[in-house]
Structures are given as C-alpha cells and as structure tokens.
C-alpha cells in the first residue's frame, strides 16, 4: 500500500517547505553573524561555519544547500587578515 501524504506528515519522514525555510533562516543568520556581528558572535559563526563539526553540514542539508559548496564560496570573500590570524593561531 503506498504511503499518503498525511501519513508522511505524521511520521516526519517529508520535510515541509516551512521547515526548509527555517533551516535557510538559520544559514542566513550564520553567515550575517560571520560577515557584520559583533567580533564575539562573527569568531563564533566562523568557528561554526569553517569547523570541523558536522552540525553546519547538516543544518545546510536541511535548508537544501551543499555544505562544502557553501564554505568554498564564503571562503572567496573571507578577508585575508581573518585567514592569517587562523593560520597563525592552528
């Protein structure tokens, strides 16, 4: 018997758009945090972003982004002095 729609709802096995559109918002906070909050909140944006966790590659999943994708092109626009300082520290 193939499965219905309310059954997927249900079981949770079909994101919504709605929930799609939550995890972009949180993507999108990420990256504001990273490009103009305050120096506390964009070290820990790019911790969260440019780290080695799996959180942020699961999070872009949910809002439908590739991950890796995503990373290579915020790191185009990354300053140069932010990746010296990393380098520096490790």
């Not at 911790?47 to 790191?75: P, W």
């Amino acid at each position: 018997m193939a499965k219905n729609s309310v059954e997927w709802d249900i079981r949770g096995e079909q994101e919504t758009a709605g929930e799609v559109r939550i995890w972009q918002a949180v993507v999108v906070r990420a990256i504001e945090d990273w490009m103009s909050g305050p120096l506390r909140q964009r070290r820990l944006a790019d911790k969260y972003i440019f780290g080695e966790h799996t959180d942020f590659a699961m999070v872009c999943q949910s809002a439908g982004f590739g991950a890796d994708n995503l990373r290579a092109r915020l790191s185009k626009i990354r300053s140069p002095t932010e990746l010296q300082v990393r380098a520096f520290r490790g």
